[in-house]
């Protein structure tokens, strides 16, 4: 079985155009990213048959407050496709953020994404603690965008200041994106790995040169804490599952990476 943690969509309407904005703002800041698939709902079927991926989990963002209740309109109608998951989207500067993610819990949401860049609030912001704070309380699951990110130039999520979160928070319903920070992974090894909080292998295979690298951090933070994720429409799952499936691991710890330790966390 395989479940792929983190996969982004979008309206059939927006899907081109916004696809397209990513792609010239990664290219204008000198990590240009490409799609593999196309960025929508039946686009994302596809390729879960062709990959052989069981179940996806979709991650929204709201980019302003004021788009709570449309994105997460949206988000319901995904959920009601059979094996696709998808979480709620709140901002972090959302002045009603409590009354929201209780009615994101109430909507039978299994979680939230969060994402510092598309946000425009650094991660170890009190408003982002806050929200943080909150999601865990009401038994939400937060997927953090952690790291660089190929759109900006900026460093508003590196794992040093990332650590704020963890030693403030009960991180272990927590995962953040890229192994725990996009291409800044000598950090991750210095101030997250142990820590109680979970990792995703999202975009990570074809911009980490030293495999060894991405081995030993699964090794030393444990297999437990390691989800599965393709990153779609950026990344091609299968060929990161290929890569995985090469690494000296144990056939548990790819079972856990691959579908168990998401299982635990959805309660699925």
Known sequence: MTIDFHTHIF?????????????KQSAQNGH????KFDAT??????????????????MPIATKPSHFESMNRFAQEINKIQNVISFGAI??????????LNQIKKMGFKGIKLHPYFQNVRIDDIKFLKVVEEAVKNNLIVVIHSGLDSGFKTDMANPKDTLKLVKNIDCSKVVLAHMGGCMQWDLVEEYLVGENIMFDTCYCLD????????????????SDKILFGSDFPWTDGKKDAEIINSLELTQNDKELIFYKNAKRLLGI
Request: aromatic share 6%; hydrophobic share 30%.
């Open 11 to 23: 309206p059939d309407k927006l899907a081109g155009s916004t696809v397209e904005f990513l792609k």
């Open 32 to 35: 240009p990213i490409e799609n």
């Open 41 to 58: 709902l039946s686009g994302l079927e596809y390729s879960m048959q062709k990959q052989k991926i069981d179940i996806s989990v979709v």
């Open 91 to 100: 901002h972090p500067e959302d002045a009603d953020y409590k009354e929201h």
């Open 207 to 222: 911009v980490i040169e030293d495999k060894k690298q991405f081995e030993r951090i699964i090794k030393n933070h444990g």
